[in-house]
């Protein structure tokens, strides 16, 4: 097991993984002229359109988590510009660093700019309960499909899986919800309770009915976007089929990337999307890959180049990105310890009895 732990093992089995992909793309893949083909065909104008319709859903889901921040801490709230410039660089380290480091990353960068105390696990917080929201709207996507589209057998369990702990993850979040309050934390407690405490403090929204609804439906719409963003790239490569077509791709392609391998597990994405599209679609395999890579460079232009942008204006760089979401961040502040009086000296005593 020690042997997992080594970045360089790690590393190592990440490339094998990948380069397995390669090969099976290569050998059981279609012709790669026809990809090239594919590619040559494309319509620009609907891959503008969809890399829009990627930009709105984002702008939508960083309302969703400022909706959330607002029923979490007390004022001064973050302005949305602040909010959406760390949701950008969050996309972006999700898009270019391995894991989900994107989600501490966020937190991090909308640190820098929160005045309030314990500020970091706050935002942790906030961030789950924004994750929530998503798993929600993820189970309505998921629910469309299963009606109007034939999910393949293999992502069947992946997909129980999905809503399983979408069913729990928001039990969780009701159940630890807690109001923020002004007052100052109470002494005695320990700095891990502090942290999980304003943690809860970062859920309240889920006590918040009206708040609670008005973040999920964002996030819903935010989703909705993507949707209608993959059936513009759909049409941008000439597949014409219809809407449950774009909402199998959309549901699949979250599925190649819930444990991320490798950066963006490409190559993986584009078995899982071009097979379901030629089997239940009848669209060629080679449009179906040079489709998949289509669409996952029509994402990733959207977190790559907002995020480049708003990780310059936060003047951070890619080195920094990388070590900023570490757990010193996370440490909550302790109350000072008690202030003793000087020690009384000789001459003031005796100033002392004088004086009597």
Same mark, same amino acid.
């Given at each position: 097991?020690?042997?997992?732990?080594?970045?360089?093992?790690? @590393?190592?089995?990440?490339?094998?993984?990948?380069?397995?992909?390669?090969?099976?793309?290569?050998?059981?893949?279609?012709?790669?002229?026809?990809?090239?083909?594919?590619?040559?065909?494309?319509?620009?104008?609907?891959?503008?359109?969809?890399?829009?319709?990627?930009?709105?859903?984002?702008?939508?889901?960083?309302?969703?988590?400022?909706?959330?921040?607002?029923?979490?801490?007390?004022?001064?709230?973050?302005?949305?510009?602040?909010?959406?410039?760390?949701?950008?660089?969050?996309?972006? @380290?999700?898009?270019?660093?391995?894991?989900?480091?994107?989600?501490?990353?966020?937190?991090?960068?909308?640190?820098?700019?929160?005045?309030?105390?314990?500020?970091?696990?706050?935002?942790?917080?906030?961030?789950?309960?924004?994750?929530?929201?998503?798993?929600?709207?993820?189970?309505?996507?998921?629910?469309?499909? @299963?009606?109007?589209?034939?999910?393949?057998?293999?992502?069947?369990?992946?997909?129980?899986?999905?809503?399983?702990?979408?069913?729990?993850?928001?039990?969780?979040?009701?159940?630890?919800?807690?109001?923020?309050?002004?007052?100052?934390?109470?002494?005695?407690?320990?700095?891990?309770?502090?942290?999980?405490?304003?943690?809860?403090?970062?859920? @309240?929204?889920?006590?918040?009915?009206?708040?609670?609804?008005?973040?999920?439906?964002?996030?819903?719409?935010?989703?909705?976007?993507?949707?209608?963003?993959?059936?513009?790239?759909?049409?941008?490569?000439?597949?014409?089929?219809?809407?449950?077509?774009?909402?199998?791709?959309?549901?699949?392609?979250?599925?190649?990337?819930?444990?991320?391998?490798?950066?963006?597990?490409?190559?993986?994405?584009?078995?899982?999307?071009?097979?379901?599209?030629?089997?239940?679609?009848?669209?060629?395999?080679?449009?179906?890959?040079?489709?998949?890579?289509?669409?996952?460079?029509?994402?990733?232009?959207?977190?790559?180049?907002?995020?480049?942008?708003?990780?310059?204006?936060?003047?951070?760089?890619?080195?920094?990105?990388?070590?900023?979401?570490?757990?010193?961040?996370?440490?909550?502040?302790?109350?000072?310890?008690?202030?003793?009086?000087?020690?009384?000296?000789?001459?003031?005593?005796?100033?002392?009895?004088?004086?009597?």
């Amino acid at each position: 097991m020690r042997y997992l732990q080594s970045g360089w093992v790690r @590393a190592a089995l990440m490339v094998i993984a990948a380069a397995g992909v390669v090969v099976l793309l290569w050998w059981r893949g279609p012709a790669w002229n026809g990809i090239a083909d594919a590619f040559a065909a494309v319509e620009w104008h609907w891959v503008a359109a969809a890399i829009g319709l990627n930009l709105l859903s984002v702008l939508v889901r960083a309302v969703a988590w400022r909706t959330v921040i607002k029923q979490a801490m007390p004022p001064p709230h973050p302005r949305f510009s602040l909010v959406f410039s760390a949701f950008s660089v969050g996309l972006f @380290a999700n898009a270019v660093l391995p894991g989900r480091i994107g989600e501490l990353a966020r937190v991090a960068v909308l640190n820098r700019r929160m005045p309030q105390e314990g500020a970091w696990a706050t935002l942790l917080g906030t961030v789950f309960a924004h994750r929530v929201f998503d798993l929600i709207a993820m189970m309505a996507l998921i629910l469309y499909v @299963a009606v109007t589209a034939h999910i393949p057998d293999w992502a069947v369990t992946s997909l129980i899986a999905v809503v399983g702990a979408g069913v729990l993850l928001f039990s969780i979040a009701v159940l630890g919800a807690r109001t923020h309050r002004v007052a100052t934390l109470e002494e005695g407690v320990g700095a891990v309770r502090k942290a999980v405490r304003l943690a809860r403090y970062g859920l @309240a929204v889920m006590r918040r009915p009206g708040a609670a609804i008005a973040a999920c439906l964002f996030q819903i719409l935010g989703w909705t976007c993507q949707l209608f963003a993959v059936y513009t790239a759909m049409r941008a490569f000439a597949i014409d089929k219809p809407l449950p077509a774009a909402g199998l791709v959309l549901v699949l392609m979250n599925v190649a990337t819930i444990f991320p391998l490798w950066p963006g597990n490409v190559g993986l994405v584009q078995a899982a999307v071009a097979l379901p599209l030629s089997r239940y679609y009848g669209v060629a395999r080679a449009k179906g890959i040079a489709f998949g890579f289509g669409l996952q460079a029509i994402e990733a232009s959207v977190g790559i180049g907002v995020g480049l942008i708003f990780l310059a204006r936060e003047g951070l760089s890619l080195a920094m990105l990388k070590v900023m979401p570490d757990a010193a961040q996370a440490e909550v502040p302790e109350e000072l310890p008690p202030v003793e009086p000087p020690a009384e000296t000789d001459e003031a005593r005796t100033h002392a009895r004088v004086s009597g």
